[in-house]
């Protein structure tokens, strides 16, 4: 068994030069909460899931991403509700979000 069932790495990138980037969009804010629902759902933690912060995910022009693993499955997302959407049916329910999936 893997220690985690889900690792969610989000980009929170900040780019200097004022270039589209994740943390325009709230990144780390959204990071946050997702980690707080996680916790509140009670799966948070090991043999359930682990909300990360990463670097340059490099898909800038897709606007802010994340990436669930072990699947390597990429979202978009745009707001709470969007979030909330990857928790549930994802994370909780095993089903990817396809409205929110990028193409691999």
């Known amino acids: 068994m893997a220690y985690y069932r889900y690792h969610v790495?989000?980009?929170t990138n900040q780019r200097d030069d004022g270039s589209q980037c994740c943390a325009q969009c709230d990144?780390?804010?959204l990071r946050d909460h997702m980690k707080r629902r996680?916790?509140?759902l009670g799966?948070?933690?090991p043999g359930g899931v682990r909300i990360n912060t990463a670097g340059c995910l490099d898909r800038c022009a897709?606007?802010?991403v994340i990436v669930v693993y072990p699947e390597a499955t990429w979202y978009t997302y745009v707001d709470r509700e969007d979030i909330e959407e990857i928790l549930t049916e994802h994370l909780?329910?095993?089903r990817s979000v396809e409205r929110l999936r990028l193409s691999d």
């Open 9 to 11: 790495f989000f980009c």
């Open 27 to 29: 990144a780390s804010g």
């Open 38 to 40: 996680s916790k509140e």
């Open 43 to 45: 799966i948070a933690g």
């Open 62 to 64: 897709e606007g802010p």
């Open 92 to 94: 909780v329910g095993g």
